[in-house]
């Protein structure tokens, strides 16, 4: 019997084996439920969907609230839903709703109503926002900065959700932008559609080619973000993180805690307990993020995934308004991303990270998992732990600032390994004990 289970941001599955039109509906219709149930059906919903093979035919059939699989390869597909604050969805959220949805699997009713149905009862409108969006982008960047320099920029929108709307947004602002992989490939150019160093070799080429100043890409529902400095050279999600929380200090007045993942660099921290600001660590997800910036007022939040969200922004990752930062902190500087790493780096000391991704059968899933739960290492690569964090699986954090975080996806059929040190060599020898320890 099928099982839908909404993971770390939404349900997603493969299409045509159970991403399908009639389960899109029995999802639609749990999700109808749950919204009747803590009455906010009266307030409507939004739909909206990605690039991806019948996104438009899923969203319309179904009635989801977005249909998209972010950055999983392009055989899946899938929903997300998004309460009335503009944040992810929290887990008792997501808990009440597959309870609809079970309901509805077990043999409740799906009360289907087509596209012209709805047209004729006046209860389906067509929108544009893109233009309020921007305006809104607009209003949180310090359009004042781009008077100063003007920047060579490639984009790299990943054939996804994304198309248009960097480029729109720096043309405004006198940037001279060259776009690749701008139009809707339900293939995505053979790949998928995350804005990771090995899926990056044509914005590194392009970005040599055009002699930009720097690439950006955007995952396949633009809310994750890819780097490319101007070198060519693909920069961490991690680096861009602590290097904005140092913009973000210089430029703006606002003061608030940072909130990041248990996964995301402790770069942050040595940043914010400088200048006297409180770091707050939730798990995996940023939905975990979300709410804590909407109950905190936190001055950014932050995943080494490519997430990221600033006050004054919805409680939620966007990718583009994480591009146009770093592009705002380019021209503020009048620096390159590699001087201004140097430069943090003299500050603040060295760190160094990397995460690895690990496909697995679910059998050898199961298996790692349960070595997991037993593996409390004295040291890692001669270096004593000082403490084990359950709050998300298992992060081993080492006496002099490294640590390491194991887990599984809760997306996609992946063991996940981060480890940060202060040097490389540091790092692989933590990186060779770890998976020896769990026969990886």
């Not at 019997?1 to 349900?11: A, C, E, H, N, V």
């Not at 780097?227 to 913009?247: C, E």
């Not at 709050?391 to 081993?396: A, V």
Request: glycine residues 8%.
């Amino acid at each position: 019997m099928l099982q839908i289970k909404f993971g770390t941001d939404g349900w997603r599955a493969i299409i045509a084996k159970d991403f399908t039109c009639e389960n899109c509906q029995v999802v639609a219709q749990g999700i109808a439920n749950y919204l009747n149930n803590v009455n906010l059906n009266k307030k409507g919903v939004i739909i909206g969907y990605d690039n991806r093979f019948m996104s438009k035919d899923f969203a319309e059939a179904g009635g989801a609230m977005i249909v998209t699989a972010s950055h999983n390869p392009p055989e899946y597909n899938g929903i997300k839903f998004i309460p009335d604050y503009a944040g992810p969805a929290m887990p008792e959220v997501t808990d009440s709703i597959e309870g609809e949805v079970n309901k509805v699997l077990n043999g409740g009713k799906v009360y289907r109503l087509n596209l012209e149905e709805a047209v004729q009862l006046d209860i389906l409108e067509r929108i544009d926002i893109d233009q309020q969006y921007i305006n809104h982008v607009l209003k949180i960047l310090k359009t004042e900065f781009f008077k100063e320099k003007k920047l060579r920029v490639v984009v790299n929108p990943m054939y996804g959700a994304g198309i248009g709307y960097l480029d729109k947004v720096l043309n405004v602002l006198d940037c001279e932008v060259k776009t690749i992989n701008n139009y809707r490939d339900v293939l995505f150019g053979g790949s998928m559609p995350e804005p990771i160093e090995p899926i990056l070799n044509d914005l590194k080429r392009a970005v040599i080619s055009y002699k930009a100043d720097i690439g950006l890409a955007l995952d396949g529902d633009a809310d994750r973000f890819g780097i490319v400095d101007d070198k060519g050279d693909f920069v961490s999600a991690n680096r861009i993180m602590y290097l904005l929380l140092d913009h973000l200090i210089k430029t703006r007045s606002f003061r608030g805690p940072i909130c990041r993942s248990i996964a995301t660099t402790h770069m942050l921290d040595r940043i914010a307990r400088r200048n006297g600001i409180d770091v707050i660590e939730t798990p995996v997800g940023f939905k975990y993020i979300g709410d804590i910036m909407r109950q905190k007022g936190c001055m950014l939040g932050a995943e080494e995934s490519g997430g990221l969200s600033i006050f004054g922004h919805i409680p939620e990752k966007d990718g583009i308004l994480a591009c146009l930062m770093v592009v705002e902190m380019l021209v503020y500087s009048g620096k390159t991303l590699t001087e201004l790493s140097e430069e943090l780096n003299a500050d603040y000391g060295n760190l160094v990270s990397e995460r690895l991704d690990i496909r697995v059968s679910q059998q050898d899933k199961k298996q790692i998992m349960g070595l997991l739960a037993d593996y409390r290492p004295d040291s890692l690569n001669g270096i004593k732990v000082e403490s084990n964090n359950n709050l998300e699986e298992n992060k081993i954090v080492l006496v002099d600032g490294s640590w390491v975080l194991i887990r599984a996806s809760g997306t996609e059929p992946v063991v996940r390994i981060y480890i940060e040190a202060n040097d490389t060599e540091k790092m692989e020898g933590i990186k060779a004990e770890v998976l020896k320890a769990l026969g990886l």
